[in-house]
């Protein structure tokens, strides 16, 4: 779903969880085209997540070529 988003290239090290009961967080990070819009991106990626999902607390990382953080071997 999140590959829909234009620009997204690829997600990656999606995390779900539960803070407490009725309040889930999520957490990923998503590479990026370099010539796309890093706050459009994120914007339509946490609408996203909120209407499919109901999950409101939501942390994302943009990364695009020059700057990637290392994939979990979890």
Not at 15 to 42: K, N, R, V
Not at 48 to 71: C, D, G, P, W, Y
């Amino acid at each position: 779903m999140l590959h829909s988003v234009k620009g997204v290239i690829n997600v990656h090290d999606l995390h779900i969880w539960t803070i407490t009961s009725g309040l889930d967080s999520l957490s990923c990070h998503l590479l990026a085209s370099d010539d796309a819009g890093e706050h459009t991106i994120l914007q339509e990626v946490i609408k996203k997540i909120e209407e499919r999902f109901k999950i409101r607390h939501t942390t994302v990382q943009i990364e695009k070529s020059q700057l990637r953080h290392a994939e979990s071997r979890v």
